[in-house]
Each structure stands twice: as structure tokens, then as C-alpha cells.
């Protein structure tokens, strides 16, 4: 377990992770993350007004999938709180976020769904980005339990967002693959309003680390055969992509805590 550990280890996660990341600038599909749009050329001219956030209300049937707000939305009963991946454009995050809010509307009968974005830039620049998302997610989690007391929190984190998360509920990721140490933690009158926390290729589990402790029980951490971000020696950086598979597994964990 020592070796991996180790500075080369480290280094060879980062070059992985430089891969799975350029993989979903380049590789096509939903599942991918894509070009800042605000870059693109658009082909029909640009609305002239914006359309506000809101939120979602999930009745007892299945209804079809809608994109999720990126910004603090008013009080709804389960929020989505999602620190994206690497290089993935500003969001909830095409390769876990997105699937993961589309499966929590039909896994979360009867219940209103807002979410949040963790403002972060999710860039290789470490420890400074993953620590801007640390102090992001807890400084919104303490505002928005104020304003909303009756609210639930569903945390998800992939990839360094993964390292958000950790870092947020006490976990340093120092050492880790675009991880750093914590922050922030957050505050422990809001801790039993936190209902489940969705990982997915967490680099902390390369370290041998894990969620234990007052989350560990509502904790569902995924990890991929053969990812080298969270799996030691794994090999397979294609399986750092593979994630949204686990968004109803995941949906339905989370459901089943709020």
C-alpha cells in the first residue's frame, strides 16, 4: 500500500487524470463534457431575455428529464448540491451531476428538487481549485440552511469534486489527485440535514482513505473497476468516464435517506 502512496504514484494519477480529462473534451455523447458554449458561434440569433431558476417538483409518476438550475434556489424540500470534474464545463456536471439530479426527479416522489452548483474553477491548479470548491460548498450549505430550516442536502461529488466533498465533511485530500487540504468543514448544527452523500471516483480511495465517521452510513461511494483515481493500480483511465451508469443506484441510496 506504501507505494502508492508515493510521489510517482501521484504523478501517474495526475497524467491519468490529464487523459480522462481530455477524453471528455474530445469524445462525443451526453456523457461528455463540451467547449464553453458562451465560445460558440451560435447558429439562430441569442434570446433577449434570460430565463429564471427553478425548481422541480417530482409527483408520484415518472416524468421526463429537465435540466437542473445552477445557482441557490428558494427553499424546496431535497436540494442536489454537485462539485463537477475536471474540466467539466460550470454545472451540475454532464458525466454524474445531470444523470444523477434527472434520476433523483423520479426516485424522489412527492418531494420539490432544487439544486446547486459548487462554484469552482475544477481546473489542475492544485490545491487552489479544489479548495475554492471546499469553501463554496460549505459557505452556501450555511446560508441556504438558514434561509431554508426545513431543507434536506444531498452532497455529490466526481472526480476533484469528489475531493470537495471530502474536504468539506472534515476528509483532507492532501496528497490526493488534485486534492488539498480542507478549508472549510461544515457546521455541525447542519450535519443532520446533510441525507446522503454521492461519490463517485473519489481520489481519496487511491490514498486508501474512505468516508468515515457521522457520514459514513450515509455515504455511497462508487469507484469503477480498473479507475486509477480512486482504484490502485488500476489502468483503465476510459473508466473514469463511466459514472452516469450509476446514477439510478445512486438516486435510489439517496431517496431512501431523505
Not at 454545472?91 to 423520479?106: E, I, K, N, R
Not at 480512486?230 to 439517496?254: K, M, V
Amino acid at each position: 500500500m506504501t507505494m502508492w502512496n508515493s510521489l510517482p504514484h501521484k504523478r501517474f494519477s495526475q497524467t491519468v487524470h490529464v487523459c480522462a480529462a481530455a477524453l471528455m473534451l474530445t469524445v462525443g455523447g451526453t456523457a461528455m463534457a463540451t467547449a464553453d458554449p458562451s465560445k460558440a458561434v451560435p447558429t439562430t440569433p441569442a434570446p433577449a431575455t434570460t430565463t429564471p431558476a427553478t425548481t422541480t417538483t417530482t409527483p408520484a409518476t415518472t416524468t421526463p428529464a429537465t435540466t437542473a438550475t445552477t445557482t441557490a434556489s428558494s427553499c424546496t424540500d431535497v436540494e442536489l448540491d454537485a462539485a463537477r470534474g475536471t474540466f467539466e464545463s460550470p454545472g451540475l456536471g454532464t458525466v454524474v451531476g445531470q444523470p444523477v439530479y434527472s434520476a433523483l426527479q423520479s426516485a424522489l416522489t412527492g418531494k420539490t428538487l432544487g439544486s446547486y452548483a459548487v462554484n469552482y474553477p475544477a481546473s489542475l491548479v492544485e490545491p487552489s481549485s479544489v479548495q475554492q470548491g471546499n469553501t463554496d460548498l460549505v459557505n452556501h450549505l450555511t446560508s441556504q440552511a438558514t434561509a431554508c430550516p426545513q431543507e434536506e442536502f444531498i452532497l455529490l461529488g466526481y472526480s476533484q469534486g469528489a475531493n470537495v466533498v471530502d474536504n468539506s465533511i472534515g476528509i483532507s485530500s492532501a496528497g490526493a489527485t488534485v486534492g488539498g487540504s480542507s478549508t472549510a468543514t461544515i457546521p455541525s448544527a447542519i450535519q443532520p440535514k446533510v441525507a446522503a452523500i454521492l461519490l463517485f471516483g473519489n481520489p481519496i480511495r487511491a490514498l486508501g482513505k474512505s468516508v468515515t465517521g457521522t457520514y459514513a452510513s450515509r455515504t455511497d461511494d462508487f469507484c469503477a473497476t480498473g479507475d486509477p483515481i480512486c482504484q490502485p493500480a488500476g489502468a483503465n483511465a476510459a473508466a473514469h468516464l463511466t459514472y452516469g451508469t450509476d446514477a439510478s443506484a445512486a438516486a435510489a441510496f439517496a431517496a431512501a435517506r431523505v
